[in-house]
């Protein structure tokens, strides 16, 4: 009974992992040098709002939840083992700006976001879920994209790339 119930969970764990890398991206985490420039480039004024769509172990919820202690920081992580990861690490972190959820980062409700940061492929990027979350988007909100760029941006782009570093795309909306 107990061998049914582990090879039920492992095969539930490997079906979930598999959907979470089919529907953003598979989990490579974003560079800790690359976290400061991702807080210079946020830009976050006091009470605005940073979300991070697939926020993983929450390295950069985290980082930015200790630069900007004025603002509330959002993550949203598909995979249930880095969701609990991350949760199980905010026990550790004192934060009191900072939200995880367990959620699809996609469909969530950006209509109050100053940045959305997102490390997804190219083509999740320019799929319709995500045309969705920039529609959303309130003018004058940034989205940060680690590494891949979005296609036909309507307003103002900006590729931050120091030499030996992974670019990193601002998108400012209209």
């Given amino acids: ?13 490997g079906l979930w992992v598999i959907y979470t890398i089919l529907s953003l991206a598979p989990w490579f985490p974003t560079r800790t040098s690359d976290l400061e420039r991702i807080g210079d480039l946020s830009r976050l ?14 390295r950069v ?6 630069r900007y202690p004025k603002c509330h920081i959002y993550g949203y992580e598909m995979s249930f083992l880095l969701y609990l ?5 905010s026990k550790f972190i004192p934060s009191t700006n900072t939200s995880i959820y367990w959620r699809n980062g996609l469909t969530q409700d950006f209509s109050k976001a100053a940045v959305v940061y997102v490390f997804a492929t190219q083509k999740t990027l320019n799929a319709k879920p995500m045309k969705n979350v920039i529609r959303d988007l309130p003018a004058g909100s940034r989205v940060l994209s680690y590494n891949f760029h979005i296609e036909n941006w309507d307003g103002e782009v900006l590729k931050d790339k120091p030499v030996g570093k992974t670019p990193i795309y601002v998108y400012t909306k209209k």
């Fill in 45 to 58: 004024q006091t009470g605005e709002s940073f979300y991070d769509i697939g926020s993983g172990d929450g």
């Fill in 85 to 89: 990861y991350s949760s199980l690490k």
């Fill in 61 to 66: 919820i985290f980082a930015l939840s200790k």
């Fill in 1 to 13: 009974m107990i061998s049914i119930l582990i090879v039920v969970l492992c095969l539930g764990v």
